[in-house]
């Protein structure tokens, strides 16, 4: 199992930027699935992005396309969302997640990922 930790969440200013790092404990990083998902006050669990292993393509929803990247850094057992252009409507809690390499079809599924870390706070204020 891969365990998970996230940090790097905080208070930012509409337009502004945050990286978000999640680091992972345990053997074979590079053959597991990682994700990022977040979760606003009385809101469902929401993906954000997802990448299966380095070289393969990163899927992202469609209302952070264009505005986050995800990376892997497979040597530092680590992943990133760079967060651009953020917005109120970014404010949520971001979780990284983990699982053995998931089907395409359910990345985007929070039930689908067994490893979890416990969040970080993402506020987007003036």
């Known amino acids: 199992q891969v365990q998970v930790a996230e940090s790097g969440g905080g208070l930012v200013p509409p337009g502004g930027s945050l990286r978000l790092s999640c680091t992972a404990s345990?053997?074979?990083?590079?053959?597991?699935?990682m994700g990022w998902f977040r979760q606003a006050p009385g809101k469902e669990r929401e993906f954000v992005a997802a990448n299966r292993r380095s070289g393969d393509n990163t899927y992202y929803s469609d209302s952070v396309k264009g505005r986050f990247t995800m990376s892997r850094n497979n040597a530092e057992n680590a992943v990133y969302l760079q967060m651009n252009s953020l917005k109120p409507e970014d404010t949520a809690v971001y979780y990284c997640?983990?699982?053995?390499?998931?089907?395409?079809?359910?990345?985007?599924?929070?039930?689908?990922?067994?490893?979890w870390g416990r969040g970080t706070q993402v506020t987007v204020s003036s």
């Open positions: 345990g053997d074979s990083f590079n053959t597991y699935t």
């Open positions: 997640a983990s699982n053995r390499r998931l089907i395409l079809s359910a990345l985007g599924t929070a039930s689908a990922y067994s490893n």
